[in-house]
């Protein structure tokens, strides 16, 4: 084997030894792709639910966050089993919170709507509430979907979120997800948009912006040892004012 063959087997080992550790750094939450503080977006928040298992959220609120959004509902008759005990703990800290719902393509807007409002009492300063609506099981695009109903159906779960909180909810969506539901036809709700992986797309108004889901912070035990990082498109100012949503 001559050198230069020597030298490109080198070479070629070594760049896949570098790609290896890097994709164990991505997957392990150790570097993100995404870093919003590039584009100016400073103001950051976290979701959760009850994978992240009890959280100290003095621990929590106290890692350079504003904002936390608690998983409330799901469908029409799931509740999460941490929500009550987080969103108590949470509201005794200083970061803006709010809830979200795991919107069901199986059970009606109104329905969810009314498992949602029963169960998240407001309180002072909260942000908006959120409807998750994202592909799931069996459900793997609009085709498996029908789309016209599924709009119907979350039509009625913003309306009635509106009437009884007084401001209309935040959407979150993945990009599949906006392709085939939302797109301009919810134009009166703001977007929370999920991007993981790449930028958000020029063409998307968005309000929040998931950016990682594999961070890790302190002040949780969960099966999940990840945690949602979010930004809000806006000063810290401007979060605090935002939605004028209160108890």
């Known amino acids: 084997m001559n050198k230069q063959i020597k030298t490109i087997l080198l070479i070629a080992a070594a760049l896949s030894v570098l790609s290896a550790v890097s994709v164990s750094l991505l997957y392990s939450g150790v570097i993100h792709i995404n870093n919003p503080e590039f584009s100016g977006y400073k103001v ?25 959004y ?14 009550k005990e987080n969103w108590n703990n949470a509201s005794e800290t200083s970061l803006r919170i709010g809830a979200y719902h795991f919107f069901s393509f199986e059970s009606s807007g109104k329905t969810q709507a009314e498992l949602f409002c029963n169960t998240v009492e407001p309180v002072d300063n909260m942000l908006p509430p959120v409807i998750d609506v994202e592909f799931y099981g069996r459900f793997h695009s609009a085709s498996d979907i029908n789309v016209s109903a599924v709009k119907n159906e979350l039509r009625a779960m913003i309306d009635q979120l509106t009437e009884h909180y007084g401001i209309k909810p935040v959407i979150y969506v993945s990009r599949e997800s906006y392709d085939g539901i939302i797109g301009d036809d919810f134009s009166d709700c703001d977007l929370w948009y ?42 810290a100012d401007e979060l605090r004012k935002y939605g004028e949503c209160s108890g």
């Open 44 to 68: 950051k928040g976290v979701d959760v639910s009850s994978f992240q298992g009890d959280i100290d959220w003095k621990v929590l609120s106290s890692q350079d966050i504003d904002f936390a």
């Open 70 to 83: 608690i998983k409330a509902t799901e469908g029409s008759s799931t509740v999460d089993r941490c929500f």
């Open 194 to 235: 999920r991007s993981v992986y790449s930028g958000i797309p020029g063409n998307i108004d968005w309000t929040f912006w998931q950016y990682s889901n594999r961070h890790r912070l302190q002040g949780y035990d969960g099966t999940e040892k990840y945690i949602d990082m979010n930004v809000f498109r806006g000063s």
